[in-house]
Every structure is written in C-alpha cells, then in structure tokens.
C-alpha cells in the first residue's frame, strides 16, 4: 500500500500558475506509474495527466494538453503538476494516484490502486 498526500493548492486568478505536488511513501515509488485526476462539483472525476515509472511517457486529457505539465522525481519520491495559463474550469479538487501494477502505464482511473485526499484549486475570473 502507498500514501499519497497531495500539496500546491489554493485560490488563484484565470492566467496564473501552480504547481501541485504529490509525495508518496510505502513503497518503490519509482516502480509506478503515478497521474492526476480532478473533480470539480456536480461532475465526475476526470482523468488530468499521467506518467509512466521512468518519467519517458506521460498523457495529457485534451482540456490541459500544453497548458499542464506533469513530471517526477524518483529521488524525492514526489510526482508534480504544473499548471499554466489556468482558467475558472479547471477549478475542481485535484487527486495524485497510483499505478496498480508496476511498470505498467494507465490513464484511465482503474489502473490505479491509492489514492491521496486532495487538495483544492480553485481559478477566479
């Protein structure tokens, strides 16, 4: 089992940026894949961005694509998101998870087995 605790969150203005990041412990962090999903209310946790064990490949939902970036630090067993130019809907609670499998890449939220408690972000007008 891994812990996740997310951090990075808060109250910003359409255009800024943030970084989240994601600090896990429990187990061989660099063995998993690692992604971000978000909720915002009234809608469905949604698929952000993911990366793979190695940090070689990573997937983007089409609403972030070249505004968020996601990387890794297998050394600091911590997984980050950096969002850009951000606008009132990516306004939602982000959640940091964790591969089931190692060494396997996913996307979609049951390839992922742990995840964190959140953390809110929220872009104002």
């Known amino acids: 089992q891994v812990q996740l605790v997310e951090s990075g969150g808060g109250l910003v203005q359409a255009g800024d940026s943030l970084r989240l990041s994601c600090a896990a412990s429990?187990?061989?962090?660099?063995?998993?894949?690692m992604g971000w999903f978000r909720q915002a209310p009234g809608k469905e946790r949604e698929f952000v961005a993911a990366i793979s064990s190695s940090g070689g490949t990573t997937a983007y939902a089409d609403s972030v694509k070249g505004r968020f970036t996601i990387s890794r630090d297998n050394a600091k067993n911590t997984v980050y998101l950096q969002m850009n130019s951000l606008k009132p809907e990516d306004t939602a609670i982000y959640y940091c998870?964790?591969?089931?499998?190692?060494?396997?890449?996913?996307?979609?939220?049951?390839?992922?087995?742990?995840w964190g408690q959140g953390t809110q972000v929220t872009v104002s007008s």
């Open positions: 429990g187990r061989t962090f660099r063995n998993y894949g």
């Open positions: 998870a964790a591969g089931r499998r190692e060494f396997q890449f996913a996307s979609a939220p049951t390839g992922f087995g742990s």
